[in-house]
């Protein structure tokens, strides 16, 4: 049996649209699975997960907070307890509608890789 601390384990990377990710398991993770990556993301006070895409299925379990959930062409409000499923290759997004709260949110992807969009992020393509 393998356990971590999701916050005090594990730093995160913080990125530039409000928000630190906390890889829990998989890729760069002490945790390893075979399959799926999981994560925990803190999303700032009006900040957000940039509008992006990947050739991944995923969900979004939504902790704490509301947001904005954009699939496609589709916008909806999200909050505490909800959970998205978004299909491969489909653009999503997520933003923290609040100005004083964060929004966490916890994320699972298959199969397990390294998505696109964090060093597309990190390198200011996508705001």
């Known amino acids: 049996m393998q356990i971590q601390n999701a916050i005090t384990d594990v730093?995160?990377?913080?990125?530039?649209?409000?928000?630190?990710?906390?890889v829990l398991i998989g890729v760069d993770s002490k945790l390893q699975a075979e399959h799926f990556v999981q994560g925990l993301v803190i999303i700032e006070p009006k900040g957000k997960i940039p509008l992006h895409d990947h050739g991944t299925e995923e969900t979004y379990f939504i902790i704490s907070g509301s947001g904005i959930m954009t699939v496609e062409d589709e916008k909806k409000e999200v909050g505490v307890n909800d959970i998205v499923y978004i299909t491969p290759n489909k653009f999503h997004s997520l933003e923290n509608i609040s100005d004083k709260e964060e929004l966490k949110m916890m994320f699972v992807y298959a199969p397990?890789?390294?998505?696109?969009?964090w060093a597309q992020e990190k390198s200011g393509e996508l705001t």
Not at 112 to 117: A, G, I, R, T
């Open 11 to 22: 730093k995160g990377t913080h990125f530039p649209a409000g928000r630190r990710t906390r």
């Open 112 to 117: 397990k890789m390294v998505v696109d969009h």
